[in-house]
């Protein structure tokens, strides 16, 4: 099975699940204003984590994998 590169996983994060998270943070008006980091962290966490359990990348990657700036523009 191909691992997945921290790039991968970052563009496939941002196309499928930034969109979702911008959604959530406009539904309770946080985005218009201001970003909701603990819903990004948890969201990113949850995200590596699940990645990880599918094969997708290696414990050592998940464990590795910080959390991005880009979460919090």
Do not use: W
Request: aromatic share 12%; with cysteine.
């Amino acid at each position: 099975m191909k691992r997945l590169t921290k790039k991968e996983v970052d563009k496939h994060f941002i196309e499928h699940s930034m969109p979702l998270i911008r959604a959530e943070e406009n539904r309770y008006g946080v985005g218009r204003y201001r970003k909701d980091r603990y819903l990004r962290y948890e969201s990113y966490n949850n995200y590596i984590d699940g990645i990880c359990r599918e094969g997708l990348i290696t414990i050592k990657q998940a464990n590795n994998y910080c959390i991005p700036a880009y979460l919090t523009k």
